[in-house]
C-alpha cells in the first residue's frame, strides 16, 4: 500500500538508475512527487481540427494513424519517423528524428493526441517532434467528449524543471501514478482561515496544481498553495519578533571619530543613501533591544561598505561580528573586502567556509589556521557561509550578525545562527558570573533583489527596512541592447575588440547541459561552440553549480587575475562576483530569466570606470518577451523593473525558483502584495490568539518539521 512515505523505487518503472537521477532534484519518496510543482503549463486545452493548423502555432491534434515508418538518412546518419494523422478535416505528416522506438510504440490504426508547433514545407503542413500518447476512446474515428484524457498532450499540460535523463513525460507518469495520495497530506491550515479567504483543501490544490482541467482550477490551486507558502513565512516571523522583543541585545556605543576617520580613508565618497541606511543601523544598534533589520539596494549600490561600518563599531566596543553569505565565491570576496578596507585597523579577521580556512592573523607558531572553529571563536570579524551554522560552532561574543543576500537562507536558518550567539553568551556569561540575561546579537539582512517597500514589510514582518536607490559617483551607466541572430557575428567581433583593450567577459546560459527538449543554450555546449569556433586564440573558463568548490574557486581565481577573458557560467554568477575588468555582460536564451535575474547579471559589469555593455540574445519573437527585454534597455533601476515583472507578468503569475530569487517561494509571486497583506493579517490573528499554536497542533507539526528543515540544511 502506497503512502506519502514509499520510497521512489517502489512505483512502476523506477529503477535504481532512475531513482538516483530523481535524487538529484530531491524527489526520494511519493511524497516528495507530490510536492514538485510545475513552473509552468502549456495550453493544450482547445483541440485544433488538423485543416486548421497554422505554421508557427503550437497546437493539439487528434487523429488516426493512418501510415508510421522509419527511413534511415545516410547523410546525417540518423533515424526519421514519419507517421501520417488523420482526422476528419484533413491529414498532417508528423517527423521525428532518431526514436525508432516511436514507430515501434505506435501502430497504423492508433488514435493518438499530438501536441507541437506546426510548420508547413513543399509537402504541406508537418509536425515536427510534436509530444505524441496513445488514447483510449470510443468506437469510431473521433476522439469523442468524455474519453479517457490525455496527459502529456491535451488540456493544460505541466511543465517542470529537470535533470539529466528524466523526461517531461517520466515525472508526469510518476505523479500520476500517486495523485490519489494527495488526500493523505496533513491539511494544517486552519479550518477559519479557509473559510475566510474561500480556499481549497490542500488535496484539492495538489490535484489541480498538476492536473488542472482549466484555468479556474489552476488559479484555485495556485492560490491555496500561494497561500501556504507566504503563511509559513509569516508565522516563523511573527514568532521571531516575539522572541526579539523579549530580548536583550549588547548596546554598540557608536565611535564616532573612529568612524569619520573610516570613511575619510575610504577611496570613494557615501552616497546620501548610504549614510542615512548607516546610521539608522548604528542607532539600532545601541539599544539593548536586538536590532532587526533589512537593507536593501541595487546590485552596485555599496551595501557592504554600510555593512562594514557597523561590524566595525561592534569591534570597538570590544565584541565579535560575523557576515554570513550563501556561497563561497560570494563569502571570499566579503573577506577580501574587509580586509583591503579594515587592513590598518589591528582588527582579526577570519574566513570560515566547508572548505576554506583562512585568517589575517597568525594564529599559531607555524602560521597555520587550526580550524573552523578556531576562527569562529578567535576572530573579531568572522565572514562565512553555512558553515557558521555548525552545530558546534563556537562565538566568543557576537553581538552583530549580518546575512547577505539573506532571501537565500530560510528564516529558521537565520534564527539558527541568532540562537546559536545567543546560547554562547549565556553561557560565557554564566562562567564569568556576569548578569544573567542571555544577549542576542543584533541582526542585519541585506539583500539585493528588488522589493517594493510595502511587500518587503509584508513578506518580512519581523524586519525594519532601510534602502539605497542611489549608485556610488562616477559609475556609468551600462548600455543594454537586445541582439537579433543575424547582428551575432558582429557582437562577437565588438566582443573581440574588448579583449583586445584587457578587458573580460561574462556569457551566461539558462542551462548547464544541453536539452532538445527545451532548445535552450547550455553553458557547456556555448562553452565548447565559442571555445572551438568563435575564440579558439581567446582563454576562456567555464563556472556551474555541479564543478566541485575547489574547481569553482580556481575558475573564479583565474578570472579575477585576467588569465581567463571570457567565463561561460549559469546564473551562479547572478550573485556577489565582482570583476571590475569585466565590462561584457552576454545572456543566452534572456527570455528564460525574470527582468530582476537579468538585472542582476548586468550588475556583474559597470563596477569599473570603464563603459559596459549588456547583450540579451532570444529568440522568442513573442510580443510579450519583446517587450520584457526592451524594458531591460529602457531601465536601469531595479525598483522599476520589479514593477515591470509584475505588469508582464501578473500578480498570480508562477516563477521559477531561480526566477522567484526566493528559495522558499515556489509558487507564490513576489509582487502579489493583495494576497501577502491577507496572509499577514491572518498569521497575526493566529499569533494573538495562541503563540504557543496549540490550539492547531498540525500546524505546530508544520512549523516544527520547516524549523528541522532549516537546521539540516
Known sequence: MLTLDTKITDLSRVGKTTARRLEKIGLKTTGDLLFYFPFRWEDFSKLTPIAELKPGLSANIVGRIELIQNKRSPRKKMYITEALIRDETESVRAVWFNQPFIAKNLRAGDLVSLAGKAEKNLLGAVLISPNYEKIQSSPGPVYQEGDMAAIHTHGLVPIYHLTNNITQKQLRFLIKQVIQLAKLAPDWLPYNIKKRQALISLAEALEKIHFPKNISDLNQAKRRLAFDEIFILQIQSQLIKMDLRRSQAASIKFKEKETKIFVGNLPFKLTADQRQAAWEILKDIENNRPMARLLEGDVGSGKTVVALIAMLNAVLNNRQAALMAPTEILARQHYKTACRFLGGWNIKIGLATRTTKKANYEVNKENKIKNQLFIIHNSDIIIGTHALLREDACFKNLALAVIDEQHRFGVEQRA??????????????????????????????????????????????DLDLSIIKQMPLGRKKIITKIIAEESRGKAYQFIRGQIKEGRQVFVVCPLIDASDKLGVKSAKEEFKKLDRNIFPDINMGILHGRMKAKEKEETMRSFLENKIKILVSTSVVEVGIDIPNATIMMVEGADRFGLAQLHQFRGRVGRGEQQSY?????????????????????????FILAKMDLKFRGPGEVYGLRQAGFPELKIASLFDYELMKQVKEEAEKIINEDASLNKWPLLKEKIEEKKRLAHLE
Open 416 to 461: 539558527k545562527l541568532l540562537a546559536q550567539a545567543y546560547a554562547e553568551s549565556s553561557s560565557i556569561q554564566s562562567e564569568s558570573n556576569q548578569s544573567s540575561n542571555q544577549l542576542s546579537p543584533h541582526l542585519l539582512s541585506m539583500t539585493a533583489t528588488p522589493i517594493p517597500r510595502s511587500l518587503a514589510l509584508a513578506l518580512y514582518g
Open 614 to 638: 549588456c547583450f540579451l540574445f532570444t529568440e522568442s519573437d513573442s510580443p510579450n518577451t519583446i517587450k520584457r527585454m526592451e524594458a531591460m534597455v529602457k531601465y536601469n533601476d531595479g
